[in-house]
């Protein structure tokens, strides 16, 4: 038996109302809202919190690859997944690489760990959004999923992978040329055309190999960009009379690499033992897999439910604030000096602390130093420290600070001094949080953000977050 040994998923907490977009331009917009990754997030950064949510649900083998998929990488010429490998502290013997360039990259990073016979750490991400007032800015939707694939000598598998099938052909839908800020969609009902007879395919194909009856499906998620395509899909793979899983595009939007996944962790969410669900995915094809939720399912409890996620977000963004998030609107920023990029020597000798969140311990005293020291501040004793990871440790604000005139891409920047559980106090700068909310005593955790961006270089590390 293969399949998922466990799932973490990630929704930002910041959502736009799709109402404010008509109201600032008097056209796009619609009902509902998107979800919407804040201005230090992108698609490592939110691989790597959902891969965390995965690490907390349950105790997982160490994988033997690490992948990464998006079709908005922050890096080009470089592997994204190498940042989420440090990140998880993970040891230099695992492999990391990039899947991207395409939604269905996701669909080939699922099956190559499916077919692996190691565990695997899959993630994948999408910063997504469209020119003002378009379709793609109201219906996308920003979030992360991750999985860890391996089978039962690796751990209990809660959801077991029976097989599928996939069907391909070319044709122009959805493109993007490197450097554009947004996707280009071809008429819709050419798209739809298209994909309808790839959809029987795959699912009559998949249906044989796995050898099963339509009759024996529980639930069918469909996931796709192409909405016409996608509404179809259940219909043209003939499970048209069974329940559609919510593909949560009317609380969210579309996330595109993610969606597919994404929805299917909604749906183990709540799936119960021997049920059994067909995931169908569209992109420049369609992939057909199916996956029976087993008994330790009933065992297996997420870290946060997709359902959790959503319901916490903030859906108080202004769409003026969105659009500077993205880099449409260019705003005067604080008059102080641009920031300088992070030099790549200092950032290689200090990976443990800086992406990996690690202290240090004096041995003697218990005292634990952030960031990690050589020399105890508490008794002086030199080179007697454990390295500890402090990444997963909650922490109280003792003291704080509103700064209004600090360089921030989207200000004032509030700066807290935590006192962690266990001993550590640290500066750290408090994200995805109101000025009129912080106070002392509040109750944080530590979350993976890209500080800054300055000569093409993304400067990583950690910051504090309300425990809501």
Same mark, same amino acid.
């Given at each position: 038996?293969?399949?998922?040994?466990?799932?973490?998923?990630?929704?930002?907490?910041?959502?736009?109302?799709?109402?404010?977009?008509?109201?600032?331009?008097?056209?796009?917009?619609?009902?509902?809202?998107?979800?919407? %990754?804040?201005?230090?997030?992108?698609?490592?950064?939110?691989?790597?919190?959902?891969?965390?949510?995965?690490?907390?649900?349950?105790?997982?083998? &160490?994988?033997?690859?690490?992948?990464?998929?998006?079709?908005?990488?922050?890096?080009?010429?470089?592997?994204? %997944?190498?940042?989420?490998?440090?990140?998880?502290?993970?040891?230099?013997?695992?492999?990391?690489?990039?899947?991207?360039?395409?939604?269905?990259?996701?669909?080939?990073?699922?099956?190559?760990?499916?077919?692996?016979?190691?565990?695997?750490?899959?993630?994948?991400?999408?910063?997504?959004?469209?020119?003002?007032?378009?379709?793609?800015?109201?219906?996308?939707?920003?979030?992360?999923?991750?999985?860890?694939?391996?089978?039962?000598?690796?751990?209990?598998?809660?959801?077991?992978?029976?097989?599928?099938?996939?069907?391909?052909?070319?044709?122009?839908?959805?493109?993007?040329?490197?450097?554009?800020?947004?996707?280009?969609?071809?008429?819709?009902?050419?798209?739809?055309?298209?994909?309808?007879?790839?959809?029987?395919?795959?699912?009559?194909?998949?249906?044989?190999?796995?050898?099963?009856?339509?009759?024996?499906?529980?639930?069918?998620?469909?996931?796709?960009?192409?909405?016409?395509?996608?509404?179809?899909?259940?219909?043209?793979?003939?499970?048209?009379?069974?329940?559609?899983?919510?593909?949560?595009?009317?609380?969210?939007?579309?996330?595109?690499?993610?969606?597919?996944?994404?929805?299917?962790?909604?749906?183990?969410?709540?799936?119960?033992?021997?049920?059994?669900?067909?995931?169908?995915?569209?992109?420049?094809?369609?992939?057909?897999?199916?996956?029976?939720?087993?008994?330790?399912?009933?065992?297996?409890?997420? %870290?946060?439910?997709?359902?959790?996620?959503?319901?916490?977000?903030?859906?108080?963004?202004?769409?003026?604030?969105?659009?500077?998030?993205?880099?449409?609107?260019?705003?005067?920023?604080?008059?102080?000096?641009?920031?300088?990029?992070?030099?790549?020597?200092?950032?290689?000798?200090?990976?443990?602390?800086?992406?990996?969140?690690?202290?240090?311990?004096?041995?003697?005293?218990?005292?634990?130093?952030?960031?990690?020291?050589?020399?105890?501040?508490?008794?002086?004793?030199?080179?007697?420290?454990?390295?500890?990871?402090?990444? &997963?440790? &909650?922490?109280?604000?003792?003291?704080?600070?509103?700064?209004?005139?600090?360089?921030?891409?989207?200000?004032?920047?509030?700066?807290?001094?935590?006192?962690?559980?266990?001993?550590?106090?640290?500066?750290?700068?408090?994200?995805?949080?109101?000025?009129?909310?912080? %106070?002392?005593?509040?109750?944080?955790?530590?979350?993976?953000?890209?500080?800054?961006?300055?000569?093409?270089?993304?400067?990583?590390?950690?910051?504090?977050?309300?425990?809501?």
């Amino acid at each position: 038996m293969r399949g998922i040994l466990g799932y973490g998923a990630y929704v930002p907490y910041y959502r736009l109302r799709k109402e404010s977009i008509t109201a600032a331009l008097g056209a796009g917009g619609g009902r509902g809202s998107r979800a919407v %990754a804040s201005y230090d997030e992108d698609a490592t950064s939110m691989a790597v919190e959902a891969a965390r949510g995965l690490m907390r649900a349950s105790e997982l083998p &160490e994988p033997s690859t690490v992948s990464f998929s998006s079709v908005t990488p922050p890096y080009l010429d470089k592997t994204n %997944a190498n940042a989420i490998h440090a990140a998880l502290n993970l040891p230099s013997s695992v492999f990391a690489t990039d899947m991207a360039g395409s939604p269905r990259s996701t669909t080939g990073a699922l099956l190559a760990a499916l077919h692996d016979t190691r565990p695997v750490l899959m993630t994948t991400a999408d910063v997504r959004t469209g020119r003002p007032a378009s379709s793609d800015e109201a219906n996308l939707g920003d979030a992360a999923v991750a999985m860890m694939i391996g089978s039962e000598i690796d751990g209990p598998v809660i959801a077991e992978w029976l097989g599928g099938a996939s069907a391909t052909t070319e044709f122009l839908d959805r493109w993007r040329l490197p450097g554009w800020p947004y996707s280009r969609v071809w008429e819709e009902r050419f798209g739809e055309a298209a994909y309808r007879p790839l959809v029987a395919e795959a699912a009559t194909a998949a249906f044989k190999d796995v050898e099963i009856s339509a009759d024996s499906v529980d639930a069918v998620i469909v996931a796709g960009l192409h909405s016409r395509a996608a509404r179809g899909a259940a219909g043209a793979a003939g499970v048209g009379d069974k329940p559609v899983a919510d593909d949560l595009t009317s609380s969210i939007g579309n996330t595109g690499s993610s969606q597919s996944l994404l929805a299917l962790c909604n749906w183990l969410d709540t799936a119960e033992p021997g049920q059994l669900v067909m995931v169908v995915s569209l992109a420049d094809g369609c992939d057909v897999n199916f996956f029976r939720a087993t008994d330790a399912i009933a065992d297996y409890t997420p %870290a946060a439910t997709v359902a959790q996620q959503i319901e916490d977000g903030n859906d108080d963004l202004d769409y003026q604030k969105f659009l500077t998030w993205r880099g449409f609107l260019d705003r005067e920023p604080p008059r102080r000096p641009d920031p300088e990029p992070p030099a790549a020597p200092p950032s290689a000798r200090n990976t443990q602390w800086k992406f990996g969140f690690m202290g240090s311990r004096d041995r003697s005293t218990g005292m634990v130093h952030l960031p990690p020291q050589r020399v105890s501040l508490k008794g002086g004793a030199v080179d007697e420290m454990d390295l500890i990871p402090m990444a &997963e440790v &909650e922490a109280t604000v003792a003291t704080y600070t509103i700064d209004r005139l600090a360089f921030s891409p989207s200000p004032p920047t509030i700066v807290v001094v935590i006192d962690f559980d266990g001993g550590g106090r640290f500066t750290s700068e408090l994200t995805d949080a109101d000025p009129d909310e912080v %106070a002392i005593g509040m109750r944080v955790r530590m979350t993976f953000r890209r500080m800054l961006t300055a000569d093409g270089v993304h400067n990583y590390f950690w910051k504090a977050t309300p425990i809501r």
